[in-house]
Every structure is written in structure tokens, then in C-alpha cells.
């Protein structure tokens, strides 16, 4: 009993916040609403002048939005603009996901013909898009990554990662792609990703990101255990990896087993682990932060933590407009609360 309580104040702790990279998603977004698009090219080129991918990221996945809005706004931006990449990228990323969800996610044999031709052609909109910003910005590896992303569901033409390579050596988000595009479901094997894992560490990519794509291969592997209705299985191969490795992939990972478990206790703490690995968050998408919130509401409702459980809806609702966060609270058995209604304002 002792042991018991011990654990529960060790790891029911304050929930990690994720509030600062969504606040840069829901700047970029507004800023596009808004038509400010002088302050909003000015915002993404200065993410891009950090060095950094992480802030430039996070706010262009304001764009990768089914808001039947946001395609016209890019247009307008596009035709207002005549020498920034900041416009072309944007859009760029728009069809890219609207390629996507063109495409479905389907294996290929419950995919329609028509399905994949609307899919090629926003990919090729898409690229066309990209040529003339990478024109302006040869270096641009946030459109070297979105070709490389669409190439893997597209084509396959190797000269593509090679001119990413050579123009983004050390870009992570080039080297994800790399990687996740040669595992097993895509028709590659884990031998492939070790191989393209080595070049990225000759290529001078950070340390602690080459670990990272080390540990997208024991993830790929955890997720095909849990697929096939094993998830006990593939967590201890999660949490084996964990104790060579404890790259945030895997972190987020046993997040999502924990869950899929119902442990509500070790939800929280792998959760809390994730973001704290994950540099507040700034290091995962923004997909993986709603699929953490989720997750972490669960288990903060569950552990009867109610009002940090709103507080995380808050975020969720920020990052996915579409949903409403009372009815997240209806759905999760959150009453609400006592004094006012959560809401979905960020602090500026």
C-alpha cells in the first residue's frame, strides 16, 4: 500500500504544458484569417532565420487544415505576394495535406483509382509550388521535406532525397522523412532505415536526433504488434528500447499503449514524459500533441484532476477548432465546471 501511494505522488504530477507551440500554430492561423499577411510572412521568415525547424513547423501546421476556408486565403496571399517563399511553402503544405486526405488512408487495393489521381494531381501542385519557392530559397528544407513526403506516396524517384540531402543535410525533418518512408508497411525494411539512420549521423545531424530516428524502428514494430491486437507485447518491446534509448518517439509511444491499456497512472507519466522529452512539445507535431492531450485527459479524469483535464481540452480545441469543448468534456464524463465554461483562449 505504501509503495502504491509512493508511486502515485511520484508521477501524478502537473501536467507538462504544450501551451507555447500552440500558440504559434494559432498566431499563424489567425494571421492568415485575418489577412495580415505582410505580419504573417514576416513571422515565418523569421522562424526560418532561427536555424531552428521546430517554431517554422508549428506554425505552418496552421495550414495543414480542412478548413474549406484556408485554400482561397493561401490564394489570395500567393497573388499578393510576389517574392517571399512564405506564401508558396504555405500552400505548398495545404495541398500537400489535402493530398492526403484526398488519397485516404486505406491500403492501396481499398483505394479507388480516382482517389489516387486527385491525390497525384494536389501533389503536383504541390510541387510546383515548391519549385518556385525553393527558386527563391534554394535551402528551404521545409519544402525539400514536403516533397520527400509526397514522393513516398507518389513517386519514387531517388534523385528527390538526394537534392533534399544535399541542400539540407541536417535537417531532421528531411532525415524523418527518409526514414519513415522505408519502413517495412512502405515497402522497405528495417534494414533500410538502420542504413539511411547511419547516413543522416554522417551527414552531421545532431546526436540526439539520430537516436530519435533510432527509435522510429522499435515504434514501427510496437505499432504493428498493437495492430495485430497485442499491445502487452508491444510495450515491453517499447519500454526495452527505452532502457537503450529514450528518444521521444518511444516516449510517445508507450504513451499511446499505456492508454490503449487503460492504465490511467502510467498514461499520465509516460504523457508528461513525451512533452518533457519533446522540449515542451515544440519537437513533436501537432497530430502527436492532440493524440497526447487526448490520451492525458483521459487519465487526468480517471485520477479525478478535472480541472487540469480542462485545461488540456483547452489546447486540444485550439489545435482542432472543429471540436467543441464542452461536448470533450460530455464525452470524457467531465462535468463542467463550476464557475465559468472552459475556454479555448490562449494566453498572448
Not at 508497411?185 to 543522416?200: F, P, Q, T, V
Request: one cysteine or more; charged letters at 30%.
Amino acid at each position: 500500500m505504501i509503495a502504491f501511494l509512493l508511486l502515485q505522488l511520484t508521477v501524478v504530477d502537473t501536467p507538462r504544458s504544450v501551451e507555447a507551440p500552440v500558440r504559434a500554430l494559432v498566431q499563424s492561423r489567425d494571421l492568415l484569417r485575418a489577412r495580415r499577411f505582410t505580419e504573417l510572412k514576416t513571422a515565418l521568415e523569421g522562424a526560418e532565420r532561427t536555424g531552428t525547424e521546430d517554431e517554422l513547423e508549428w506554425m505552418t501546421y496552421a495550414f495543414r487544415s480542412d478548413d474549406a476556408d484556408i485554400p482561397g486565403l493561401l490564394d489570395g496571399w500567393v497573388r499578393e505576394e510576389k517574392t517571399s517563399w512564405a506564401p508558396l511553402l504555405a500552400r505548398a503544405i495545404n495541398l500537400g495535406h489535402r493530398a492526403g486526405k484526398a488519397r485516404g488512408a486505406g491500403w492501396a487495393s481499398q483505394t479507388s483509382g480516382e482517389q489516387f489521381r486527385r491525390m497525384s494531381e494536389l501533389y503536383a501542385a504541390m510541387r510546383t509550388d515548391c519549385a518556385v519557392a525553393l527558386s527563391r530559397k534554394p535551402d528551404l528544407c521545409a519544402c525539400h521535406a514536403a516533397i520527400v513526403r509526397a514522393d513516398k506516396n507518389d513517386e519514387s524517384d531517388p534523385r528527390v532525397i538526394d537534392a533534399a540531402l544535399k541542400a539540407c543535410p541536417k535537417s531532421y525533418s528531411v532525415h524523418v522523412e527518409r526514414v519513415v518512408g522505408l519502413r517495412p508497411r512502405w515497402g522497405g525494411s528495417y534494414e533500410e532505415m538502420r542504413g539511411a539512420i547511419e547516413l543522416a549521423r554522417k551527414l552531421g545531424l545532431d546526436e540526439d536526433e539520430v537516436l530519435n530516428l533510432e527509435g522510429f524502428i522499435a515504434a514501427d514494430y510496437a505499432s504493428l504488434l498493437s495492430d495485430e491486437g497485442k499491445p502487452q507485447e508491444a510495450l515491453k518491446v517499447i519500454d526495452a528500447a527505452i532502457q537503450k534509448t529514450p528518444a521521444r518517439a518511444l516516449m510517445y509511444e508507450r504513451a499511446m499503449l499505456q492508454r490503449r491499456l487503460g492504465n490511467a497512472t502510467e498514461t499520465l507519466a509516460a504523457v508528461n514524459e513525451a512533452i518533457q522529452r519533446a522540449n515542451g512539445g515544440w519537437e513533436f507535431s501537432s497530430r502527436s500533441v492532440v493524440e497526447l492531450l487526448a490520451a492525458r485527459v483521459w487519465a487526468l479524469h480517471e485520477l479525478q484532476q478535472d480541472e487540469a483535464a480542462r485545461k488540456d481540452i483547452a489546447l486540444w480545441v485550439a489545435l482542432v477548432p472543429f471540436f467543441n469543448a464542452r461536448d470533450v468534456e460530455k464525452a470524457h464524463g467531465i462535468p463542467e465546471a463550476p464557475i465559468a465554461p472552459a475556454t479555448t483562449e490562449l494566453k498572448r
